[in-house]
């Protein structure tokens, strides 16, 4: 499978990317935290690392390393507006349960 992300998800990356005067995109991954287990982490980046899985979408690259990979397969990275509230939502078919507070999640 892949990551992919959303329109709305790469005009943000693209605005931020454009503002910030320099990157190659944005890195996904995952870390041990929280309740469940992990969390996501999403970075922007400069370069591309040796390691990195490397996803484009809407000419926005997203870059993966392996071992988070093995959790965020078939990830699409989307960036929504709820009211006053913005920010990015990862759909994950893996996900199996996320905590109360929204912050981590299990695989």
Do not use: W
């Not at 989307?78 to 990015?88: A, I, M, P, Y």
């Amino acid at each position: 499978m892949a990551i992919t992300l959303t329109e709305p998800a790469a005009r943000h990356v693209t605005r931020y990317l454009t503002k910030r005067g320099q990157g190659v995109g944005v890195r996904l991954g995952v870390k041990t935290t929280g309740c469940s287990g992990m969390a996501y982490k999403l970075e922007y980046v400069d370069e591309i690392g040796p390691e990195d899985m490397v996803f484009e979408g809407f000419g926005v690259k997203v870059l993966v390393d392996p071992k988070s990979f093995a959790y965020l397969d078939g990830t699409e990275l989307d960036f929504v507006r709820e009211g006053l509230n913005e920010g990015f939502k990862f759909n994950n078919p893996k996900e199996r349960d996320r905590c109360g507070c929204g912050e981590s999640f299990r695989v």
